[in-house]
Every structure is written in structure tokens, then in C-alpha cells.
């Protein structure tokens, strides 16, 4: 029995690798993408529902300041407390 040993060639190998890493740097190459958004009609309007608000709070809050502001704010607990519980309800 005779068995046949050769010797690996050890560049044939650095040359696979070498052209099969070229190979993969040039596929790395993508087109790019770009993502959209539209917003509804809907949540336009909620916006103009928003900044509607945002000025009648804007005037609850000037005239609590200055009712703080000259002593006269009183608050009430009945009707805080009522709030806090329908606000816990989510009435």
C-alpha cells in the first residue's frame, strides 16, 4: 500500500482569498433609501386644535398668577378632589 502525500500550496490559497475578498468589497455597494412621512389630514387639524389651547391655557394661567399674585386665590378641595376621582374614573 502506498500513500501519495503532497505538499499544500500555501499561496494558491492567499490567491483564493485575495480575489474572493475583492469580490465581496464590491457588492458592499447599496443604493440609498430614503423613508417619508405624510401626516393626515386629521392630525393637521389636531394640531390647530392644540395651539388653540394652548392660548385659552395661557390665559387661565395669567389669571391665576395674579390671583396669587394679590392674595386672593383660594382653592377649593371638594371640587380638586372631585377632579382627581374623575380623572381616576376617566370621566
Known amino acids: 500500500m502506498v500513500m501519495s502525500i503532497n505538499r499544500i500550496n500555501r499561496q494558491s ?15 458592499v455597494t447599496k443604493a440609498k433609501t430614503f ?3 405624510e401626516i393626515s389630514s386629521l392630525g393637521k ?20 398668577k395674579s390671583k396669587v399674585d394679590s392674595g ?3 382653592i377649593d378641595a371638594r371640587i380638586t378632589a372631585r377632579s382627581i376621582l374623575n380623572a381616576m374614573k376617566g370621566e
Open 35 to 37: 423613508d417619508t412621512i
Open 72 to 74: 386672593t386665590y383660594s
Open 13 to 27: 490559497f492567499i490567491n483564493a482569498y485575495n480575489s474572493n475578498s475583492n469580490k465581496c468589497v464590491k457588492n
Open 45 to 64: 387639524s389636531l394640531k390647530d386644535y392644540s395651539s388653540d389651547n394652548n392660548i385659552d391655557n395661557a390665559k387661565k394661567v395669567a389669571e391665576i
